[in-house]
């Protein structure tokens, strides 16, 4: 497969919380837009964090367990962090094996420090049957 960069398959603008929003408003947004996660930005469009609906999903099963508020803490209690992040000209290869290696299934991509996109599994797939 010939070099194919990241931005070429990327998400240009992919959905996004601050850390201050809390699991319920997150779970909401990631079940309407049918997304499998969120990267968490913050005030100044920097990705500090990524949530997953695996996240979301932990943490309202073990607050309705314990009795407590569903969804009321912020998301930066659970969300992944540091997070790794990719530049828009990286190869697609060597992010998909990066991913595979710390079995991430989203990678946001960021130009001078901002967020510019989002690369997911999915669009790794279509990838890798486009030049199959």
Not at 35 to 49: E, I, K, P, W, Y
Not at 71 to 85: D, E, F, K, L, N
Not at 117 to 123: D, H, L, V, Y
Request: with cysteine; glycine share 6%; hydrophobic share 40%.
């Amino acid at each position: 497969m010939d070099s194919v960069r990241v931005k070429d398959y990327m998400v240009s603008q992919p959905v996004t919380v601050t850390e201050s929003v809390s699991i319920a408003e997150a779970a909401r947004l990631i079940t309407e837009r049918k997304v499998s996660g969120l990267v968490v930005v913050d005030d100044d469009q920097n990705a500090v964090g990524m949530l997953s609906e695996l996240d979301c999903l932990r943490t309202l099963l073990s607050e309705r367990y314990n009795g407590q508020v569903l969804g009321a803490q912020p998301v930066s209690a659970v969300m992944t962090q540091p997070v790794t992040c990719c530049g828009p000209d990286a190869d697609i290869i060597s992010i998909a094996e990066s991913m595979l290696k710390h079995k991430q299934r989203r990678r946001p991509v960021v130009q001078s420090n901002q967020l510019v996109g989002q690369i997911t599994c999915r669009q790794l797939l279509g990838a890798m049957l486009d030049f199959g």
